[in-house]
């Protein structure tokens, strides 16, 4: 059992919305950082967001001001706004946790890892 579950992937049309969600299930998020990385196919994995325990936020050049990173410690997850979404945005959205809890970029830097939500932005 994975131990960050993604959900909220789907289809959806260019300029439209979705929201993805990474919830723990078998540890609290509340003290890790948590990244949001997409890969999409015949490229290499790349950062979109990442958060820290005390709410600071990182966005990637490509989807600032479109996307917005979120965290609700109650509901022991970690949430990911897509808006005015693009082609180039699809790909499969993994969620990682990092218990050093500092706002990184680096995929190696994180220690636990979701399956992946697979994100598809086309008409």
């Known amino acids: 059992q994975s131990q960050l579950v993604e959900s909220g992937g789907g289809l959806v049309q260019p300029g439209g919305s979705l929201r993805l969600s990474c919830t723990g299930s078998l540890f609290t998020l509340d003290y890790y950082s948590i990244g949001w990385f997409r890969q999409a196919p015949g490229k290499e994995r790349e950062v979109v967001s990442c958060i820290s325990s005390d709410g600071h936020r990182y966005y990637g050049d490509s989807v600032r001001d479109r996307f917005t990173i979120s965290r609700d410690n109650a509901k022991n997850t970690v949430y990911l706004q897509l808006n005015r979404v693009k082609p180039e945005d699809t790909g499969v959205y993994s969620c990682?946790?990092?218990?050093?809890?500092?706002?990184?970029?680096?995929?190696?830097?994180?220690?636990?890892w979701g399956q992946g939500t697979q994100v598809t932005v086309s008409s």
């Open positions: 990682a946790a990092s218990t050093r809890d500092i706002l990184t970029m680096r995929g190696d830097e994180y220690d636990y």
